[in-house]
């Protein structure tokens, strides 16, 4: 938050006081940041521990194998499902790199509208499909300026009760935990991804 907050030049400016620009100008317009995604080939368990024990990131799912190994974890300090999530990848080229970022769309027909925009564009995607974990609807697409995979993102749910109780997919619900309907992120490359999946 601790960044400058010029104002928008006045022809761009909205009416609207507590909106910086005017909306819906142009492309999909995301309404906001959602998510980051970590791929690490370090231990996910002690990530999230130093996440959760450091830094106050609540654990809201996780994905566990035979009640020992962590595979993955999504983690937020607001009632976001995740600010963050840290998932395994022991392939990966550096000990954590950046899977994706995400951005927030305000609901499904949205999302679907990305996707015309971006089969206009030519810009292949993974998508659309539902997560098991948060119950978001996805779309996935490498960004074709910065070379970074983004999601675009809507729905999910809210938590508000301080005493959640972190919620374990295991390997037998995990492809549901992934993919609960839809296009599956397993199933296929998209085009020229600069970072491995
Ligand atoms: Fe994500």
Redesign the pocket.
């Known amino acids: 938050y601790d960044v400058e907050k010029p104002k928008a030049d006045e022809k761009r400016r909205s009416v609207l006081k507590n909106q910086t620009y005017k909306a819906w100008a142009r492309g999909c317009s995301p309404r906001r940041f959602?998510?980051v995604?970590i791929a690490t080939s370090m231990d996910v368990q002690e990530i999230l521990d130093y996440l959760g024990n450091q830094l106050g990131f609540k654990l809201r799912e996780y994905v566990r194998y035979n009640n020992e190994t962590t595979l993955a974890g999504w983690m937020s300090v607001t009632p976001l499902v995740?600010d963050i999530?840290v998932i395994t990848r022991p392939q990966a080229k550096t000990p954590n790199q950046l899977?994706?970022i995400?951005y927030w769309l305000d609901n499904a027909q949205d999302v679907l509208r990305a996707a015309d925009i971006l089969s206009e564009e030519g810009i292949k995607f993974i998508g659309p499909g539902k997560?098991g974990v948060?119950q978001?609807l996805?779309l996935y697409v490498i960004d074709p300026g910065s070379g970074c995979r983004v999601?675009l993102?809507s729905n999910s749910y809210l938590i508000f009760e301080p005493d959640w109780e972190p919620v374990e997919w295991t390997e037998e619900d995990h492809s549901i935990a992934n993919t609960y309907w839809g296009d599956s992120v397993m199933d296929k490359e998209m085009n020229k991804p600069t970072i491995e999946a």
């Open positions: 959602d998510h995604n995740h999530a899977h994706h995400s997560h948060s978001a996805y999601e993102f």
